[in-house]
């Protein structure tokens, strides 16, 4: 099956925006210093602190009253879609890469690519990766590996 990608529907870029709006709280939640600026630290120091937390999990995922107050732990499907949503926001300042929707052998997903250096990132997959493994840091790995990664291959691509 040959790979296809598409720009997002205004409905998958409201979404995002959604789950960018819930990082903000999440990041809030779990790190006092955060100033509204995602960085791959800030997200690394959310998740190893979310992973550690032993408060009552939220009863239902996005509960649209969670704010950065709330005494409940939010569910991995909020970690996933949030944290995703803002490590994407992450690669595409750092590498001027888009948001895309891709469709390939293995399945469909929205993603990070970098067009001028062909090269694909899946935010949302790599966090719900990391849920499972409680690897915890993982956001710097992934990001230093994309600059490099889109820089060689822009190199490559003008020789």
């Given at each position: 099956m040959d790979t296809t990608l598409r720009?997002?529907?205004?409905?998958?870029?409201?979404t995002i925006q959604?789950?960018?709006?819930?990082a903000y709280s999440i990041c809030k939640k779990y790190v006092?210093?955060?100033?509204?600026?995602?960085?791959?630290?800030?997200?690394?120091?959310?998740?190893?602190?979310?992973?550690?937390?032993?408060s009552e999990i939220i009863?239902?995922?996005?509960?649209?009253?969670?704010?950065?107050?709330?005494?409940?732990k939010p569910t991995a499907t909020m970690i996933k879609y949030a944290l995703g949503s803002?490590?994407?926001?992450?690669?595409?300042?750092?590498?001027?890469?888009?948001?895309?929707?891709?469709?390939?052998?293995?399945?469909k997903e929205?993603?990070?690519h970098h067009k001028s250096a062909n090269y694909t990132s899946f935010p949302y997959s790599s966090v719900e990766k990391r849920i499972k493994s409680?690897?915890?840091?993982?956001f710097e790995s992934i990001?230093?590996?994309?600059?490099?990664e889109c820089l060689r291959r822009s190199l490559k691509s003008k020789t």
């Open positions: 720009e997002l529907t205004q409905e998958e870029l409201d959604l789950d960018t709006d819930l006092l210093e955060f100033e509204g600026t995602f960085t791959s630290k800030i997200l690394s120091k959310t998740f190893i602190l979310w992973l550690e937390d032993k009863e239902k995922d996005y509960d649209s009253n969670f704010n950065s107050s709330n005494l409940k803002a490590f994407g926001e992450v690669l595409n300042t750092i590498t001027g890469s888009d948001w895309m929707h891709v469709t390939d052998q293995y399945g929205i993603c990070i409680r690897e915890a840091l993982f990001e230093n590996l994309m600059k490099e």
